[in-house]
């Protein structure tokens, strides 16, 4: 990224085109840079990492990549939209098109803002908006996956919900250029506490790693249970200090550095750069 120029954004999501989050991250992002969305046209929430490549076919649902014909090749349609293209395909299938795809390249992958935090190792393969972050940290295009916790919210979100999420974001992206932070990290895991939470102060965290999904037969029904956000609502956690979720029950932004694949860095240098931004 050129420092003495607006970076070049390119903004997807998870929640689809349509959603407050990511009309919410546009207008805070045009401020600071130009901006480029390509988006799911639908929800396409916890599909993680997965792609359309191959499973695209006017014929059949099933994967049919046929090498006799365009082998290798996959269309993956869009449509045109006020904000940009509405794809249909997944998060990750708008990462790949958007850095390859479309000029000029992006300089920064922004990914959100999903409606409900992401927090947790557990996310990495299943967030759709983690894992559009991550597939363009694979492309070798440094990213950030910006999510909001709203728990406990009540009624329909609007994008005036989501602004203070996209103050973050936008200071990430007018303030990395020239620091060497994509230098020491692929990308960013960024998580903000509902609005209605006073959240200036951030936290340099680690995804936690307790995971704990229950299920259970009951009535001759199988059930599933996310023990992890019952004790969010409940406000009793077990995850230690330095973690994603136990920053964001203390008001705090939780922003944790990650290397791909997996790997968190939380060194000074790191923390000295966002202490500058934030």
């Known amino acids: 990224m050129d420092p003495d120029s607006p970076p070049h954004v390119l903004l997807t999501n998870d929640d689809g085109i349509d959603a407050p989050g990511i009309r919410a991250l546009y207008d805070a992002l045009t401020e600071v840079a130009s901006v480029t969305v390509i988006a799911p046209d639908r929800n396409q929430s916890a599909v993680g990492r997965s792609l359309s490549y191959g499973r695209t076919s006017s014929d059949t649902d099933d994967f049919a990549l046929d090498l006799e014909a365009d082998a290798f090749t996959s269309p993956v349609p869009h449509t045109e939209h006020e904000l940009g293209y509405a794809v249909d395909g997944t998060p990750c299938d708008c990462a790949i098109v958007g850095v390859n795809a479309i000029e000029p390249e992006p300089d920064l992958l922004v990914s959100g803002c999903n409606s409900g935090a992401n927090l947790g190792a557990y996310v990495f393969s299943r967030s759709g908006t983690v894992s559009a972050a991550m597939e363009a940290a694979f492309l070798e295009t440094p990213s ?28 990430l992206v007018e303030g990395t250029p ?46 599933l249970t996310n023990r992890l956000w019952q004790q969010m609502a409940n406000r009793d956690i077990p995850d230690p200090e330095d973690t994603d979720r136990h920053a964001l029950l203390e008001g705090q932004i939780s922003i944790s550095p990650i290397r791909v694949p997996y790997d968190v860095v939380q060194t000074e240098a790191v923390r000295n750069i966002l202490d500058d931004i934030l």
């Open 178 to 223: 020239g620091t060497g932070l994509f230098d020491r990290v692929d990308y960013l895991n960024v998580n903000v506490p509902r609005p209605d939470v006073e959240s200036d102060e951030f936290a340099l965290t680690r995804p936690t790693e307790v995971y704990e999904m229950d299920a259970a037969m009951e009535n001759g029904r199988f059930q």
């Open 144 to 171: 950030i996956a910006v999510s909001m916790d709203t728990l406990g919210m009540d009624g329909e979100e609007v994008p005036a919900d989501f602004e203070h999420a996209g103050e973050v974001a936008a200071a």
